[in-house]
């Protein structure tokens, strides 16, 4: 099945996944050590605490009129990360691959209500991705990322979306190992409350030099996830470099990453309000297709960020 990564066009919009990890963690009471989510496929009772999670989001896609980029549960599945929660390199890839089937299973059903329902795999930093880590170079990280690029590539997901990037060198080396295996990618990178990346540069000095950096291997787009409409909104400069931007992924609240992960409930803000920030958005840059939430998101957010949109 050759991979696929969907083609802009006017009237169709992408709606994503919300805040998977903060809502199976603060809404159904489920630990993720190491912020990973794929450990509870073992778990019965957190299986359908997932399944029920993702038919609710589905249906607020359906409900929208948008297509599907469904993904959520591999996030954590580098080499480094699986190690830390005790898998083996054959035991990771398996709970890869039982991530991508169990997203499948869960579609099936919604076949004919969507009109486009495209399975994403999720990379994360090999570190700390709020965090200033020890410098990864672009040779390292394309070393290091091929390993669940190549696992990936054989569960035949869509596209890959890496999510949380904050490092210049380690998404250019993503880059090259996405393009060598054959698989699309869209780069999302964070913005904290400087309005630029953590280790330093600008949104769009991190977009021009991926792209002069990785060359003919540069990703399909980019994107920002995991930063609240007022730190990214003063990040989208003007200029031709905006048109590489398809993908904005959103916090429910302005507030200090980690701290909104670790609070023990839900910080989810103000649906609406946040639906009318993105819906904003929409207007000034029409390009962007691609709408979703992050941190402390979920249905009541994605329905209201898609009518805005919409």
């Known amino acids: ?44 009772k957190a299986v359908r605490d997932l399944e029920r999670m993702f038919q609710r989001y589905l249906e607020t896609v359906a409900q929208s009129g948008f297509s599907a980029l469904m993904g959520g549960l591999d996030y954590r599945a580098s080499p480094d990360w699986g190690k830390l929660l005790g898998y083996s390199a054959g035991g990771l890839a398996e709970m890869q691959h039982r991530s991508i089937e169990f997203l499948r299973d869960v579609a099936k059903p919604y076949n004919k209500q969507i009109a486009s329902i495209l399975f994403v795999g999720i990379v994360g930093p090999k570190g700390d991705a709020y965090s200033l880590n020890r410098t990864i170079t672009a040779e390292e990280s394309e070393d290091y990322h091929s390993i669940q690029l190549e696992t990936l590539k054989d569960a035949k997901v869509d596209f890959v979306w890496a999510a ?17 295996i054959g698989l699309p990618l869209c780069i999302s990178f964070t913005l904290d409350s400087s309005h630029k990346l953590k280790s330093g540069p600008t949104l769009k000095e991190a977009i021009l030099s991926v792209d002069a950096e990785a060359g ?38 302005m507030m200090e990453k980690i701290s909104l992960c ?25 390009h962007i297709d691609m709408w979703g939430g992050c941190c402390g998101t979920w249905e009541a957010h994605l329905k209201e960020i898609a009518r805005q949109v919409a």
């Open 1 to 44: 099945m050759q991979a696929i990564f969907p083609s802009r066009k006017s009237d169709v919009h992408y709606l994503t996944e919300g805040g998977t990890e903060t809502e199976i963690m603060y809404k159904f009471g489920h630990e993720l050590p190491h912020f990973a989510m794929y450990p509870l496929l073992d778990n019965p």
């Open 216 to 253: 003919d291997n540069k990703p399909i787009c980019f994107g920002i996830n995991c930063s609240h409409p007022l730190e990214l909104e003063p990040a989208l400069e003007p200029g031709n470099w905006i048109e590489r931007v398809r993908n904005i992924r959103p916090n429910a609240v």
């Open 262 to 286: 670790k609070l023990g409930h839900l910080e989810e803000g103000n649906p609406s309000e946040l639906g009318e920030q993105m819906g904003a958005l929409a207007k000034r840059f029409p």
């Open 164 to 180: 949380t990037f904050n490092n210049i060198p380690e998404a250019v080396g993503l880059s090259r190992a996405a393009a060598r």
